[in-house]
Nanobody
Framework: QIQLVESGGGLVQTGGSLRLSCAASGRTISYYAVGWFRQAPGKEREFVATISRRYTTYYADSVKGRFAISKDNAKNTVYLQMNNLKPDDTAVYYC??????????????????WGQGTQVTVSS
């Protein structure tokens, strides 16, 4: 079992930045791809970014160039740096661990473990 706890969400103005953290426990994440998803009110959860065990990254087109995913295996933590935020980025952000070994794991069905989410609100 892997437990995931997201943090770092909050309220920010358009153009601002936030860094989300996803702290894992129970098992090392160094063997897995870890992804970020988000769900806006009234919408389905969507893929945002993922990082492989070998540090390869992959992004949704909507965040490419603005968001950066990284990880610190020593801290068992994955980060999502979000820059130039827009109101459309408002959502609950979730991190998840991928157990499928497929690449890139854009489908949420590929992920076995999920955190509870952290709210990001971007005001206009």
């Amino acid at each position: 079992q892997i437990q995931l706890v997201e943090s770092g969400g909050g309220l920010v103005q358009t153009g601002g930045s936030l860094r989300l953290s996803c702290a894992a426990s129970g098992r090392t994440i160094s063997y897995y791809a870890v992804g970020w998803f988000r769900q806006a009110p009234g919408k389905e959860r969507e893929f945002v970014a993922t990082i492989s065990r070998r540090y390869t990254t992959y992004y949704a087109d909507s965040v490419k160039g603005r968001f950066a995913i990284s990880k610190d295996n020593a801290k068992n933590t994955v980060y999502l740096q979000m820059n130039n935020l827009k109101p459309d980025d408002t959502a609950v952000y979730y991190c998840a661990v991928d157990g499928s070994s497929s690449w890139p794991p854009r489908d949420e069905d590929a992920y076995d473990y999920w955190g509870q989410g952290t709210q990001v609100t971007v005001s206009s």
